[in-house]
């Protein structure tokens, strides 16, 4: 079956440093979404990215979308302690118009003050 | 607030028990999905539904079932209860536009944290 992967699985930075996580799949993707759990939390859709080398823009947070729809990253300028919690790519099922997603391991983002 | 409701927060049981978790879907979601979240593991998704009809099924096992009703909220029933069930299940729900639910984004309930003795 599908299988998503995310690395890396655990990121520590300074308040102020840059973050990255990325995202691959097993198989081509129709779309690509993004969800953030804060911890103690669910949950939370941050966005979807449905178009070959898409990318987008959510203030300090940079979505991409690969050119071949098998992978897509994460990026978070100037971290801030709000950032902390797990974020997560998700994609649907290949070939499916169901909306069952597959859901990346997620990395799990410490911002130290 | 997602607009999706679980009961209970909390539910701690003892081995071979069985128990139900219930979920409320956001007003106007056809879409029901239910999660499972352990502690060395991410998302595994267990089961859709889909205005009462089952639609998707994940790695769910035999000992678990849910249902979605007419006024659209869902159970998630968990019988044989081992201690390896300790978990948070998540519900979430989405809506369903063009009929393409793979476009829709989810939208997650604060979960049920089930405790297994």
């Known amino acids: 079956g599908q299988q998503v992967m995310q690395i890396p699985q655990y990121q ?14 097993s198989t081509t993707l129709s779309n690509i979404q993004w969800y953030k759990q804060r911890p103690g939390g669910h949950p939370v859709f941050l966005i ?20 071949a729809k098998k992978n897509s990253s994460l990026h978070i300028t100037a971290t801030q302690t709000t950032d902390v919690g797990t974020y997560f790519c998700a994609g649907p099922d290949g070939g499916t118009s169901y909306g069952k997603l597959t859901f990346g391991q997620g990395t799990i983002l410490t911002v130290h003050p | 607030d997602s607009g999706v409701t679980q009961t209970p927060k909390h539910l701690i049981t003892a081995t071979g028990q069985r128990v139900t978790l219930r979920c409320s879907p956001r007003s106007g979601d056809l879409s029901v999905y239910w999660y499972q979240q352990s502690l060395d593991q991410g998302l595994q998704f267990l089961i859709q539904y889909y205005n009462g009809e089952e639609r998707a099924k994940g790695n769910i096992l035999e000992r678990f079932s849910a249902q979605q009703f007419p006024d659209l909220h869902s159970e998630l029933n968990l019988s044989s209860l081992e201690l390896g069930d300790s978990a948070l299940y998540f519900c979430a729900s989405s809506v369903e536009r063009g009929g393409v639910s793979s476009y829709n984004e989810q939208f997650f309930g604060p979960g049920t944290r089930l405790t297994v003795l």
Request: hydrophobic share 25%; glycine share 8%.
């Open chain 1, 12 to 25: 520590h930075v300074q308040e102020g440093e840059d973050f990255t996580t990325y995202c691959n799949s």
């Open chain 1, 48 to 67: 979807q990215l449905v178009k070959s080398g898409e990318v987008k823009k959510q203030k300090r947070l940079t979505f991409q979308f690969g050119e």
